[in-house]
């Protein structure tokens, strides 16, 4: 028993480094993808002021960057919404496996008695929570814009 229970830590803090590199992943990449839209911005500026100063080449390449700046801030942003999909499902099997795990604990540590108890307390931290959660609750940097 006591080695599935460390196993289950071991297990957990993974899970966490997991988190914590995800995180991280996905700063920098909104980071890449903010520089390259204010990069378009400036870009899109300075094609206008060109474009009122005088009608000539430097116009189109400004443009040109411009688009290829905010091609790369769309990319950035496709690829940060896959891998959050993914991330999400891989929590949900995680949590899956979790639940499953708690339950054949449950019966085998505490037997028929200790398995109503825990479901009562998950009951309760159920109804205390607001119901049943679908996931993790999402904060602005987490959305993945889709």
Known sequence: ??????????????????YARTR?????????????GLTAYVCLVAAGV??????SDPVL??????????????VVIAVVS???????????SRRAFYASALV???RTALGPRGLALVAAAVMA???????PAEGPAEGPEEGDGA
């Open 1 to 18: 028993m006591r080695e599935v229970i460390e196993s289950l830590m071991r297990l957990a803090a993974a899970d966490a480094g997991h």
């Open 24 to 36: 991280q992943r996905n700063v920098m990449l909104y980071v890449v993808s903010g520089v390259a």
């Open 50 to 55: 060109l474009l009122l100063a005088r009608w």
């Open 61 to 74: 390449a400004a443009t040109f960057a411009a688009a290829a700046f905010a091609a790369l801030a769309l």
């Open 82 to 92: 896959v891998l959050n999909r993914r991330d999400r499902e891989w929590v949900r």
């Open 104 to 106: 054949t604990l449950s």
């Open 125 to 131: 931290g159920m109804v205390m929570s607001g119901g």
